[in-house]
């Protein structure tokens, strides 16, 4: 074993440093492995019902009135996701930007960015007869790809909000509002309910 050099002096780590670089490294392990449920189960419920109310309002629309009714709702709902997953998060202590909580929204980013593309250019097409199904399908997949570091029930939503929109891709417009309501209404308010009741709020 070799001697350290003359005058030369080596600083011992401290205990209490080694400790923290053990609880930073146990910390930063934790949160890349654990579920994140903080997804919003009550959110979740808001979200439903405001889509239950437009659907409702825009029985009677058509058109560019329409889409721009159920974009307003959009918009709405989003900002409800949005300050009920950092209100769940913050009170369970997961952060957002980083571990869990950053790959779950990694995972939902890219589907929502390409319907918000796609719902332009099937405006700029004329087609807005796909976009139920195109919104029911994108946030179905953006919900899969985020839930797969979540708990077994929000995947599973995603699932159905899928199938759904598959289905609706191939249905008549007549059947468009329904398939809305029914998606993002009534998918919502019961898997929110579910994950409200289950999983923390």
């Keep these: 074993m070799s001697e350290p050099l003359p ?3 080596e600083r011992p780590v401290a205990l209490h440093e080694r400790a923290a670089d053990h609880l930073l490294y146990i910390r930063r392990t934790l949160e890349s492995s654990t579920e994140f449920t903080s997804v919003p189960g009550r959110g979740g419920v808001a ?3 405001t ?3 437009t659907a409702w309002w825009t029985a009677g629309a058509g058109g560019r009135t329409w889409l721009a009714l159920w974009v307003a709702d959009a918009l709405v709902a989003a900002a409800i996701g949005a300050w009920t997953m950092r209100r769940k998060a913050r009170g369970q202590r997961v952060p957002l930007s980083r571990g869990v909580g950053r790959r779950f929204l990694l995972g939902l980013g890219p589907p ?12 700029r097409l004329d087609a807005l ?3 139920p199904g195109v919104w029911l399908l994108l946030y179905g997949a953006a919900v899969v790809a985020g839930g797969t570091s979540s708990v077994r029930i929000v995947p599973l939503m995603g699932l159905c909000f899928m199938v759904l929109g598959a289905a609706a891709l191939f249905a008549p417009w007549g059947w468009a509002n329904a398939l809305m309501g029914i998606g993002f209404g009534g998918l919502h308010v019961a898997f929110g309910w579910a994950i409200a009741r289950y999983h923390g709020g």
């Design 47 to 49: 979200m439903g019902l």
């Design 129 to 131: 007869a796909l976009v």
């Design 51 to 53: 889509a239950v109310a």
């Design 112 to 123: 929502l960015a390409a319907a918000v593309l796609l719902t332009a250019a099937l405006v």
């Design 7 to 9: 005058g030369s002096r």
